[in-house]
């Protein structure tokens, strides 16, 4: 079936790194595009970053600078690079796929961490990334 599986997440120091890994099987993240979503101790849920079918990118001001995401085709994989970590960051990290064609509806906001409400086809588990000062 298809299916996202992400790794990667947990304990981490403020100021720290962490690489979250997402795998897709059933379909082609070349194809759909793959991005990071993330729901915060308030419980916001804020695109993290994004690479589109297309090739563009977009990241969460937040992320602007600090994470990195990057595309493997070859292995199917997507891959978010985090820096310079603080406590705001510590939340349940989502990865995503199957984003609309049109850059527009590309949401930088959900109501709720879904794949309904976030407007994509392919939702992980969570995975989640807690950082200790």
């Known amino acids: 079936g298809e299916q996202l599986v992400e790794s990667g997440g947990g304990p981490v120091q403020a100021g720290g790194s962490l690489r979250l890994s997402c795998r897709a099987s059933?379909?082609?993240?070349?194809?759909?595009?793959i991005g990071w979503y993330r729901r915060t101790a308030g419980n916001e849920c804020e695109l993290v970053a994004l690479?589109?079918?297309?090739?563009?990118?977009v990241y969460g001001d937040f992320a602007m600078g600090r994470f990195a995401i990057s595309l493997d085709n070859a292995a199917n994989t997507g891959d978010l690079l985090m820096d310079s970590l603080s406590g705001e960051d510590t939340a349940v990290y989502y990865c995503a796929a199957g984003f609309p064609f049109s850059t527009y509806l590309r949401r930088r906001k959900c109501d709720v961490c879904s794949p309904t409400a976030c407007g994509v086809q392919y939702w992980g588990q969570g995975t989640q990334v807690t950082v200790s000062s």
């Open positions: 690479i589109g079918d297309e090739g563009s990118t």
């Open positions: 059933g379909f082609d993240l070349e194809d759909s595009g």
